[in-house]
């Protein structure tokens, strides 16, 4: 695993660097956008997650001198580069979207102002922080939306790469969720964790009860105990004798949960446990948990959908070179949805609240206008970070109050265009260019 | 990023450890086996991946004093647990498929033996690292075959997480990719890397010709020139202005590639370029791969459809208790495709090489046939690794050779079903138990 950041970084970036230097086109000011062209099929939002991952990941961009080593025998670099690299240390600024601000096509969630040198070579790492983030708390968004105010645990570890179960924790729990089952986002970001037991708990004993037994010795009576290893019927019955009245849950894992849902309220009622709650898991994606909005469900276990992006496990965030010393610059292409300038974007809204209109003025800020909302912040200045950028608990208020700006048909689940459009401004007309 | 793997684990195998300490079933005899139930819809085989990784997460599985004190503030657990913990280091069994094996629904990856307390609670990290490897590198595989013998790239990294990034350049290069953009996967892995320029390094300067300059001074006239960027008749009659006839590549990264790379071939021939070679990339999956056969075409770079799994993010694999103390184990449900007991598997083929079934003796070996071949072998025994797993280039091999055993419709791109059947033979009547 790496301690530094800097070789999380493709390798045209350091042979673009070392013919920037040669010919002295290193040293311009550049500014670079991250943007979407366009959302996944028919989503109508994005949620910006992972700037505060993005932001230590620029701080600990550093050649140490085995990099430098490796980078000498295997990525043939000249002197002149490797020199620069021993010294890196990103000294221009950041702007961007704060974390649980909502996007749309061409938004520019971070803005990177440098030299071309010091802006070029982080492409990659910001890129692939971002791509990640925000498509599992785009995706998270409307799960938490699907589920209304139901207890929500992500528990997708297992069907993603080890330190992406870490970042999607962070990233469903920025979007919403209750709690997490991934004990490294529990130390390394505060979220709570939770989780009681799996099938493989029931088997190891001899029989149903004895396990079950063995939880709530553990536990309390509190616990929440799976009930679907055998027959479930049998094994809500089990559960209730062993705990009694005062069990706090149970799980069911599998089958068709809409309805066992309602057997097992049926069930729990029948034998004296009004109390104790419903907790469903297995495949359950947004459109999975709008179906059981009916059912008597107290609270989900959400997994391989979180992690995945719910069918778009990459938010397609480009990273591109738009400003070049005050030039604006942008490549010829009818198909790519790019415009040269340094965007300024403010969303605006009507006198009720609801948001009309993702405005980007292109060098200056658009004409202000009752209700707008700039949407920029300052996230490095002069290469220092600036600070409380990293809070957790403030974005997730944040989204959710930015949700509630989206017009009616913006929360629905059904593809559809995003939920308003984007505009973006041409420069101001220069002077004595008429 | 966690130092240690050990809490790349969700919560609930903690508290089933706490249950099984306090209750004795800690000390059971367990056997857990990785398997997929079935393939990623319309998938034909499995690449298996990512073996490698896992040993060194066991290995590395172990919990300092400051995890400790998390999880003692946090977790809930009581003192016997974070003690057990304190002390943990796994001290049984892994046997499994070598990395570049082939794998089809029921086969047993990875088998971990051990007490249940020891073998528990790996499930979440050798979950995760399998799921996302095994799904890159089932992906990167027909990739590999839709590409025939023309060089492939790998350049997903900024479409996935940034960890992530770098074992899907180790899953690539084992399924036969031939290089990755990714600088830390060639540091950790040994992988060739390999760029030259983006569209940011033609903008940066004030004509495409100043930037072919730059780049050809910096690179040589072997290099890969950028073409793209503004019009890409123009820009190939430039790059071979300024580089002469030996250019070594252009790059074409957008529009239709079949008719553009003919386009580019015909104008290069006429420029007296007929060695200058063509690249092309931008959204390719096998699928396009595939209809660029015919092509002039001589290498592709691929991105977001190799790190994204090309439609299968995840590899579906389980890790599920089959024997306690030498009794078989499943939980009893019609829909989930599970067998107790421990499988030994073996692939049987006609004398002429193919591939003809899995067989999985259920605890004892398959009875022989000729051609038959065993597919598990040591990884870990009473603790230690078994050395010389991690020879990435003979994995590359081991699966270039199963391929070749498939049958004949076992490598198309069109959905089908698995390439060979998976048989699950009942374990033996016991003597005494007619």
């Known amino acids: 695993m790496a ?21 002295g086109a290193a040293g311009r000011r550049c500014t670079f956008e991250v943007f979407a062209r366009r959302l996944p099929e028919g989503r109508r939002y994005g949620v910006v997650a992972g700037t505060a991952r993005v932001l230590d990941a620029i701080r600990d961009f550093r ?83 699907a589920a209304r105010d139901r207890r929500l645990i992500e528990m997708g570890s297992r069907r993603t790469h080890e330190d992406a179960a870490v970042a999607a924790a962070r990233a469903a729990y920025l979007a919403g969720f209750d709690a997490t089952s991934n004990l490294q986002a529990g130390a390394d970001h505060g979220i709570p964790t939770t989780g009681t037991s799996a099938h493989a708990f029931t088997l190891l004993h001899d029989t149903e009860a004895d396990a079950f037994r063995a939880q709530v010795a553990a536990l309390g009576v509190g616990t929440t105990l799976l009930v679907d290893t055998f027959d479930i019927t049998q094994g809500i019955r089990t559960a209730v004798e062993v705990a009694g009245p005062e069990l706090g849950a149970v799980r069911i894992d599998s089958g068709d ?65 738009v400003d070049v010393d005050g030039r604006p610059v942008a490549k010829r292409s009818t198909s790519k949805n790019t415009h040269g300038g340094r965007k300024i974007a403010v969303r605006r809204h009507r006198a009720t609240g609801t948001a009309t209109e993702e405005v980007l003025g292109t060098d200056v800020a658009p004409p202000e206008e009752p209700h707008d909302r700039p949407l920029q912040i300052p996230m490095i200045r002069g290469g220092e970070l600036v600070a409380g950028l990293d809070d957790l608990d403030a974005s997730r208020e944040h989204l959710r109050r930015a949700l509630v700006t989206l017009p009616w048909d913006g929360l629905a689940l059904s593809r559809g265009e995003p939920a308003i459009p984007t505009t973006v401004l041409p420069p101001p007309r220069r002077e004595g260019t008429a």
């Open 3 to 23: 301690a530094s950041t800097a070789l999380l970084t493709d390798h045209y970036e350091l042979t673009m660097l070392q013919a920037a230097l040669a010919d």
């Open 63 to 145: 050649f140490d001198p085995d990099t430098l080593d490796h980078l000498r025998a295997t990525a043939q670099l000249d002197q002149r580069t490797l020199e620069y690299l021993r010294d890196y240390r990103f000294t221009g600024d950041v702007d961007g979207y704060t974390e649980g601000e909502l996007y749309f096509p061409g938004s520019p969630l971070l803005t990177v102002t440098g030299t071309f040198a010091e802006a070029v070579v982080l492409e990659t790492v910001v890129l692939s922080i971002l791509n990640h983030d925000c498509a599992i708390a785009s995706a998270a968004a409307r799960m938490v939306t």
């Open 257 to 321: 949960l809409s309805v066992l849902a309602v057997q097992a309220r049926r069930q729990l009622d029948d034998l004296g446990c009004p109390g104790t709650r419903i907790v469903v898991s297995g495949d359950l994606d947004e459109f999975a948990l709008a179906a059981l909005a009916a059912a008597p469900v107290d609270g989900y276990g959400v997994g391989t959908s979180l992690v995945t992006g719910s069918g778009a496990p990459t938010a397609g965030l480009v990273y591109k070179l």
